[in-house]
């Protein structure tokens, strides 16, 4: 069993920029792809960004292109979520998970989830 820890969040002004992590403990994401996601009080968890973690192929949501990289670093096993330009609409909370679904952007394809980590823009 894999869990998966996020770290990076934080309250930041629009502009600005965010990395988050997601680090994985109890196995290596070998053979999977990870998906960042995000989830706004009252709204349903929305796909942000994927990465294959053989290959690296990345993928992300059309609200997000250009301003978000999706990486990762093998030697740690953790992926990374470079958020540029932030706007107050990216106030989330922000959750990475696995899939062997690799072409996926529904959350209920998506599995590992971790606890999550508080993104907050102020305009």
């Known amino acids: 069993q894999v869990q998966l820890e996020e770290s990076g969040g934080g309250l930041v002004q629009a502009g600005d920029s965010l990395k988050l992590s997601c680090t994985a403990s109890g196995r290596t994401f070998r053979n999977y792809a990870i998906g960042w996601f995000r989830q706004a009080p009252g709204m349903e968890r929305e796909f942000v960004a994927r990465?294959?973690?053989?290959?690296?192929?990345?993928y992300y949501a059309d609200s997000v292109m250009g301003r978000f990289t999706i990486s990762r670093d093998n030697v740690v096993n953790t992926v990374y979520l470079d958020m540029n330009s932030l706007q107050p609409e990216d106030t989330a909370v922000y959750y990475c998970?696995?899939?062997?679904?690799?072409?996926?952007?529904?959350?209920?394809?998506?599995?590992?989830w971790g606890q999550g980590t508080q993104v907050t823009v102020s305009s």
């Open positions: 998970a696995t899939t062997r679904i690799f072409g996926s952007t529904w959350a209920a394809h998506y599995n590992d």
């Open positions: 990465i294959t973690w053989d290959i690296g192929t990345t």
